[in-house]
């Protein structure tokens, strides 16, 4: 089984201002995908950013970026010139790969604040 | 195009009653998902649909719990004689295919007084 660990509960950041939120995981697996997902209070889950495990490019959209650190098996969100609108629950979730299908293994979440 | 949508949005109701949450999926999505994200438990994955079939039912935390899908559309999960701690948020996402990206709909809050 795979686990997904988010250390930080919390965090903030001013306006325009770069943050890096922290992700490990635990797996067997050597194929997997690694996800970001935002959820603001509406509820709704809204994929942030996808990693593939055997692309050693990190993946990029926008100004949210990761580092994918494989051997460490780290995989950290970096958001850039951040905006009002990123404040939100945001977490990391893992899929193993060479399967039918995608469920999802989620770490607790780190609630971002975006300060003015 | 429309998302994915879940109803009702906010549900309450009494220990030991049964209640039944729907989703609709993305049109032509051929797999659905649900997950339960709980104070206690943070999010975790309950069930999966592929068409009308459910092969991973793993995550059901009891046999309270049951889900269907019919048509290859609409699911809907019922919990029978409802706990205090079946209060969550139950989420639904849909994908194109089985490992393709997930689509999330708003939620069903669930209050078990």
């Known amino acids: 089984a795979q686990t997904v660990t988010q250390s930080q509960p919390e965090m903030s950041v001013q306006e325009a201002e770069t943050v890096t939120l922290s992700c490990t995981y635990d797996?067997?697996?050597?194929?997997?995908?690694l996800f970001w997902y935002k959820q603001p209070p509406s509820r709704q889950m809204i994929l942030v950013i996808r990693?593939?495990?055997?692309?050693?490019q990190n993946a990029t959209e926008n100004r949210f970026s990761v580092n994918f650190q494989k051997a460490a098996k780290s995989f950290s969100l970096k958001i850039s010139d951040s905006q009002l609108g990123d404040a939100a629950m945001y977490f990391c979730?893992?899929?193993?790969?060479?399967?039918?299908?995608?469920?999802?293994?989620f770490g607790q979440g780190t609630i971002l604040t975006v300060h003015p | 195009g429309a998302g994915v949508s879940q109803s009702p949005s906010n549900k309450v109701t009494e220990k030991g009653k049964d209640v039944e949450l729907r989703c609709d999926p993305i049109?032509?999505?051929?797999?659905l998902y649900w997950y339960r994200q709980s104070l206690g438990q943070g999010l975790e994955f309950l069930i999966y649909?592929?068409?009308?079939?459910?092969?991973?039912k793993s995550g059901l935390p009891s046999d309270r719990f049951s889900a269907e899908r019919t048509g290859g559309s609409v699911s809907t999960l019922t919990i029978q004689r409802t706990q205090q701690e079946d209060s969550a948020v139950y989420l639904c996402?849909?994908?194109?295919?089985?490992?393709?990206?997930?689509?999330f709909g708003p939620g069903t809050r669930l209050t078990v007084l």
């Open positions: 996402a849909s994908s194109l295919y089985g490992p393709d990206t997930q689509y």
């Open positions: 797996t067997s697996e050597s194929d997997y995908y």
């Open positions: 990693q593939e495990a055997y692309k050693q």
């Open positions: 979730a893992f899929r193993a790969g060479g399967t039918s299908y995608g469920k999802l293994t």
């Open positions: 049109s032509g999505h051929t797999a």
């Open positions: 649909f592929q068409g009308n079939s459910a092969p991973d």
